[in-house]
């Protein structure tokens, strides 16, 4: 395809997506609910028959954000946590949703081990072992659902049904969507075994606009985005997350620019500081699994980018935002009884006085009540240890 969004994957990348579709993925249940195991490319072509059936019109199936990304970057440097399903739906009324959600949980009773007895198990019942989140999004420019199936690890299968969204990518390194369909098509067919010579012609699109450029990003670990404040929450959180985990901007002069407009659209749509607290820590645990280093590196970037780049609050409102992740950060460090490193921190002490033999003190005057503490947590941004 000429258009400078499209791309056809190479022979090895068709390898690496094969093996991804093809991977056991568990999906652990609540309670006594056994694990589910179950291959992204079975419960794709299960749901979307499913969905046919049932008289919705499935445009499109797609692989979507970091398992995308994974497969299209080079150097193999990167991880994925999600798999991101994207089903190209319509979703003209809201019964449509209604169809969706009982489709979808009526198909993950297929994935049950054998020896279970399914015929008491209600959708409902599914919901609450298996599901970890369930979205609805029914908005002018935005029309979509999400099942997200729980996973304890964090590698949670992401079912995203849409019929419009207007802001598909936050950056451009997670900016591409492999179109599955023609893989799937081939997978229909039992005989078939998957070569060079027999693969099917897979196309990768990318939602930031020019594939080449963000490629790039990708290989060379860079940062970039688009009007961020039609993001929601301005991509502030994955923005920092990219900065810990050592990718650069690949224009300062503007991402700094940027960094403003995230900060604003995150202080737009969460106001409140236990608002924000919450998205914040639903952030670390399901994008820091197993890494609680980089959790306080992660506050530390955050804390930085907030108080270098926020205009649009008034003084005290900024200084609730970063005193609330400074406790975050004492609180990790207290739960695992972790320090940073000794050029991170500063502590300052008072002496006690010195007492002669005879019970008298010295001729220096010493105040009365416990000596302050100063932790400098952040580089050149002390605060007051919480008592």
């Keep these: 395809m000429s258009d400078m969004r499209f791309r056809n994957l190479t022979w090895d990348q068709v390898k690496i997506l094969d093996h991804v579709l093809d991977e056991i993925v568990p999906v652990h249940g609540r309670g006594h609910f056994p694990t589910m195991e179950v291959k992204p490319r079975d419960i794709i072509h299960i749901v979307k028959q499913q969905l046919i059936e049932q ?12 398992i995308a990304s994974y497969i299209l970057e080079s150097h193999n440097r990167i991880s994925y946590k999600d798999l991101d399903i994207i089903f190209g739906v319509v979703l003209s009324s809201d019964q449509e949703f ?14 049950l081990p054998k020896g279970v007895k399914k015929e008491k198990i209600t959708p409902n019942l599914m919901k609450i072992a298996y599901v970890q989140k369930m979205v609805k999004v029914c908005e002018n420019q935005d029309r979509w659902s999400l099942i997200s199936l729980s996973n304890n690890n964090g590698k949670n299968v992401e079912l995203k049904f849409v019929s419009s969204l207007r802001r598909q990518f936050e950056f451009s390194v997670d900016s591409f969507q492999i179109l599955l ?4 098509d081939f997978y229909s067919d039992n005989n078939a075994k998957l070569t060079k010579e027999s693969c099917p012609v897979v196309v990768a699109e990318c939602m930031y ?14 940062i970039s985005t688009k009007k961020p404040e039609e993001i929601r929450g301005g991509g502030l959180l994955k923005y920092s997350d990219l900065l810990v985990r050592d990718f650069k901007p690949a224009c300062k002069k503007e991402i700094k620019k940027q960094e403003r407009y995230m900060c604003s659209r995150f202080f737009i749509d969460f106001p409140d500081v236990a608002q924000q607290q919450r998205k914040i820590e639903s952030y670390l645990h399901n994008h ?6 980089n959790k306080y590196q992660y506050l530390k970037t955050l804390y930085k980018v907030v108080n270098q780049s926020t205009v649009c609050l008034m003084n005290r409102e900024r200084s609730q935002t970063l005193d609330m992740i400074i406790l975050m950060a004492l609180k990790l460090l207290g739960k695992h009884n972790v320090l940073p490193s000794t050029e991170n921190v500063v502590c300052f002490y008072q002496p006690a006085p010195y007492v002669f033999p005879n019970g008298e003190h010295t001729h220096f005057w010493t105040p009365y009540g416990p000596s302050p503490t100063v932790f400098q947590l952040f580089q050149s941004m002390p605060f007051n240890a919480p008592q």
């Design 55 to 66: 008289g919705i019109l499935v445009k499109d199936t797609r692989l979507n954000g970091s």
């Design 98 to 111: 209604d169809i969706i959600k009982d489709t979808v949980l009526g198909c993950l009773l297929d994935f």
């Design 181 to 184: 369909d023609p893989l799937l």
């Design 209 to 222: 606009g020019n594939f080449e450029e963000a490629v790039k990003h990708l290989n060379c670990k860079l």
């Design 288 to 293: 820091f699994i197993g890494e609680d280093n």
